[in-house]
């Protein structure tokens, strides 16, 4: 078998990917390292711990940060979300969710805090196929790199759900919601709520909503896929993309999301996904408990939910279901089925991954963590798949 390396270095060659940076821990094993480059014109080779735009890898750390508020009761996942969000009040629900947005009924239940961990809750995205996701995007919701968190859930609170709450699961902007929560909670903005709860307690020095002028040298170039082409190009905009979202480097005391744009060094990521296979960090300084932890990392959906599916505006629908074997649990993905998974995997790996194809996976049962980082939209995934394969094939 090909070792790591090997397999990494032919996704440069074949032009799939700007760069590679992964690494492998299992017990005290690891292998590591980096293949490509910061920008492919200038040829400006990657180093190991450059700095990535993580896109919705900042998820897990928002829902870590929920889970360490309901540890210290300040809030409860039962909690509904006009608790803290009065401006939810009056949220409706589209009677037909290919329907008419002025065709709505009334909310049955209010969305709870659990439901945007499990995205149960009746949001959207502005990517997904329905015509809420086009309201989203017309709104340009999330897509300013100079408004407020605050300002943008202000915004999304005058549009309807897509479903009653608990019917579906629907990959949505509930994570953003999410960290307004913890501002309003925990009494402080998100960045300074989640260096004090996460970054600094883990020693992430280089996650947050911005970079330092001294490390925007780091910082790894992004770039989309052409599947047709098979080539790297520029970032394409337009209608419905997820690439619209505004992701600022110099804008770090104002802009904060739930969703996206926290910006994370390859090792202090590692950090963090370390840190969830015991709760705590190396130096053994307790983050979440067990009992918490196994909560957050376990299935909740039920089977008349599944599978999941995350269906885009503008991808081939015909592509394979990565979700089909997995469930999800408050905030991360949850593999319930290897079978499905063509007998690879182990039950209970849990993790997630971002829009410019960061990934990583956790495995209690194997004492494994594993990151893989890059900066390209619309990827063709096949790093991934043998970052996953080389692993389940080793253990």
């Not at 690879?344 to 990151?371: C, M, P, Q």
Request: with cysteine; aromatic share 12%; net charge neutral.
């Amino acid at each position: 078998m090909d070792n790591l390396n090997q397999i990494m270095e032919r996704h440069i060659e074949n032009g799939s990917y700007p760069c590679l940076e992964w690494k492998v821990k299992i017990n005290d094993s690891i292998e590591k390292g980096t293949a490509g480059f910061l920008n492919i014109d200038k040829k400006n080779k990657i180093n190991h711990n450059s700095i990535y735009r993580i896109w919705s890898m900042t998820k897990p750390i928002i829902s870590v940060a929920i889970a360490i508020l309901e540890e210290k009761k300040i809030i409860s996942f039962n909690d509904p979300i006009n608790k803290f969000l009065p401006q939810f009040n009056n949220l409706t629900v589209l009677k037909k969710i290919d329907g008419d947005l002025n065709e709505t009924e009334d909310l049955k239940i209010m969305p709870r805090i659990k439901d945007l961990l499990l995205h149960t809750s009746g949001f959207t995205y502005n990517f997904a196929i329905n015509n809420l996701a086009k309201e989203y995007d017309k709104f340009k919701l999330f897509y300013s790199g100079d408004t407020t968190l605050e300002e943008e859930i202000d915004l999304l609170s005058k549009l309807p759900l897509l479903f009653q709450p608990g019917k579906k699961w629907h990959y949505s902007v509930s994570t953003d919601i999410l960290g307004r929560i913890i501002e309003i909670a925990y009494k402080k903005s998100l960045r300074k709520a989640l260096q004090e709860l996460i970054f600094i307690p883990v020693g992430m020095t280089d996650t947050d909503f911005g970079i330092s002028k001294d490390n925007i040298n780091r910082l790894v170039e992004s770039y989309e896929y052409d599947a047709n082409e098979k080539k790297l190009t520029e970032i394409k905009y337009g209608n419905q993309k997820i690439s619209n979202y505004s992701y600022p480097t110099d804008k770090h005391l104002t802009y904060a999301r739930g969703g996206h744009g926290l910006f994370s060094s390859f090792e202090d990521y590692f950090l963090f996904a370390d840190m969830l296979l015991t709760g705590k960090t190396q130096n053994g300084k307790k983050i979440l408990s067990n009992s918490s932890l196994n909560n957050m990392v376990k299935n909740h959906i039920d089977k008349n939910l599944l599978p999941l599916e995350i269906k885009t505006f503008g991808n081939n629908l015909n592509s394979r279901n990565d979700l089909e074997p997995y469930g999800w649990g408050l905030g991360f993905r949850v593999m319930l089925d290897i079978d499905k998974n063509n007998k690879l995997g182990s039950s209970g790996e849990f993790g997630w991954s971002g829009a410019a194809s960061t990934f990583f996976l956790v495995d209690k049962k194997n004492n494994l963590t594993a990151l893989l980082m890059t900066q390209v939209f619309n990827s063709d995934m096949k790093a991934r798949d043998d970052l996953f394969n080389y692993i389940y094939k080793k253990v």
